[in-house]
């Protein structure tokens, strides 16, 4: 039994999640855009100052974490004479949070536009996965997990929003057989 018009109620489904998530991923992209701001300095300035500041705040304790392998070169530096290390797992996690704020951007803008919905929304929830993952690395030693267990449930809002839209065909297509 139906009660009411399934794909009506897909359609308000689906636009809520995008305003939501493209709200929420606009609105964290332009809180590390615009954290603080200097008007003696141009505004390319301040934004590059700003992630900056983001990158060095958050990608801190990655260096105590499992993820920081480090690998030495093997000659040491001839002015200096000391061993060169380079820790590899925080330069990917830097150059992660440093396009952080462009992906929420892209994200937001194609949710909110509503182009490429699916894919944004796809791209979202393994965002949300991927940002889970990272708070929950950073956290492990102090046992809060309620940043990671929300990015965990978002992502499975979006995951039962596209599951639920995509449920039936639209009302316009008819198999024959």
Known sequence: MTIGNRAWDRFWILLTVRIAFGFMFLIAAMNIFFSEWDRSKPKLENIQINIGNFVDN????????????????????????????????????????????????????????????????????????????????????????????????YAMFITIALYTTSKEPDEGVHVVG
């Open 58 to 153: 958050l990608s801190k304790p990655f260096g105590e974490s499992w993820i920081n392998f480090k690998w030495t070169h093997s000659q040491p530096d001839p002015v200096t004479g000391a061993v060169k290390v380079t820790e590899l797992g925080v330069l990917i996690v830097r150059a992660f949070l440093r396009a952080m704020p462009f992906i929420m951007t892209v994200l937001s803008v194609f949710l909110l536009t509503g182009l490429f919905v699916r894919p944004a929304l796809r791209a979202s929830a393994i965002f949300l996965v991927l940002l889970g993952l990272g708070k929950y690395l950073t956290d492990f030693k102090s046992g809060s997990t309620i940043t990671t267990l929300q990015d965990f449930m």
